[in-house]
DNA sequence: TATTGTTATACTCTATAACTATA
DNA sequence: TATAGTTATAGAGTATAACAATA
């Protein structure tokens, strides 16, 4: 990685996709006790945030191929936690929304993901979780990129 | 989602959660022109970094089964980026190492990979930089937690 | 014609269980 | 007996290509 030393801001990329990638994997492995897989709880989360969408939607959201996200949400749909409903003035499409039961286990599943991750969080000082939260914006713009 | 709300650190856990899983997946979009997998080019860069490793030491590194790290190590034994070799002293292990095509072929994905968020880092200001710089040591320890 | 979604099919990554070889 | 690795098998997630329905 010779050339990569030479530049700070490429070495800086370098160190990023690294922590970040590093740190996806150990979030990724705390699992609630639900079962869900990660993408299904993200659909979950993206209907408990923005509301009721179309799997065109929840497909460009997760920048998967409608194909995959047709396929998760059938999932959800036999799990009873969301629900398929015709567009009220658009045949074509499908609205997708939380049933009570999927509030419910986003709820639950969230709070268990976040139990570890707040107990870790919780053991740094406060200037340390202050440079956190300026980097969650920073990290949002790469996504968005 | 009320119970993050009354609480700033558990509320941090989740902002933290998103954005390091949204700019992950961001990241890992950019794939290099050689068509490395990401599991595929993890244990390239486990290889370069750390040398010769074990297929079990590389599947607890990425926290996956060993029968999984099997499949990966093979395909890339396939591909001519490693090599298997006997353990010199323990007949039931076995020894992973770089070729000269592996070591070449991680040095160009990586820097393919890096090319994009060189660019993306380039057009932020020093101090927003700086931020990210800092947060990087602070994902490593959520990492190693 | 263009858009939305699905079905068909295939590939990759992962896991658990059972097996082989060696310590 | 315990350990390291593999093989067998299955399930989940993703993709592309082709199709159906609607705008």
Chains 1, 2 share one sequence.
Do not use: C, Y
Request: net charge neutral; no cysteine.
């Amino acid at each position: 990685m010779t050339d990569l030393r030479a530049d700070p801001v490429a070495e800086l990329a370098n160190e990023l996709r690294t922590a970040v990638g590093r740190a996806s994997r150990r979030i990724r492995a705390e699992r609630g006790a639900a079962g869900l897989s990660d993408p299904q709880f993200t659909v979950l989360a993206w209907l408990d945030v923005r509301g009721p969408m179309t799997p065109g939607q929840l497909a460009e959201a997760e920048r998967i191929q409608p194909p995959s996200m047709t396929r998760t949400v059938n999932g959800l749909v036999e799990l009873g936690l969301v629900r398929k409903d015709e567009h009220p003035s658009d045949g074509r499409q499908v609205v997708v929304s939380l049933t009570p039961a999927g509030a419910a286990e986003v709820r639950e599943t969230r709070h268990r993901r976040d139990v570890w991750l707040t107990g870790l969080l919780a053991a740094m000082t406060e200037a340390e979780r202050a440079q956190l939260a300026a980097a969650v914006t920073l990290l949002h713009r790469v996504a968005a990129s």
